[in-house]
């Protein structure tokens, strides 16, 4: 069983930063790439950032220069660092991680975590 526990969620004023962590636990193969998707309230989820094994990057535009991902691959952690947060950043954020169904395999398993809710507002 395969657990990805998030944390670091909350409220916080425009201009403010919080820090999200999921942390991956159980029987996992091997983790691949990790990624933050977020989704607003009657929109669909969307990709926020993701990190590759060799830690390449790749942001939504909407949050190039503010977020920072990051991960820790002897803890199985992936972070986003947010900062100058907007209130079009309200959203619940789920990690994500991309793992092989077995060994050699290209085909992959993706893990979702249970989400964390960012609400910005003053």
Known sequence: QVQLVES???LVQPGGSLRLSCVVSGSILRILTMAW???APGKQRELVAAITPSSSTDYA???????????DN???AVYLQMNNLKPE???V???????PA????RMTF?????????????
């Open 102 to 105: 077995y060994p050699g395999s």
């Open 37 to 39: 998707y977020r989704q």
């Open 8 to 10: 670091g969620g909350g």
């Open 61 to 71: 535009n909407s949050v190039k220069g503010r977020f920072t991902i990051s991960r």
């Open 110 to 122: 993706d893990y979702w975590g249970q989400g964390t809710q960012v609400t910005v507002s003053s």
């Open 74 to 76: 002897a803890k199985n």
């Open 93 to 99: 954020y789920y990690c994500k991680v991309d793992s």
């Open 89 to 91: 950043d309200t959203a």
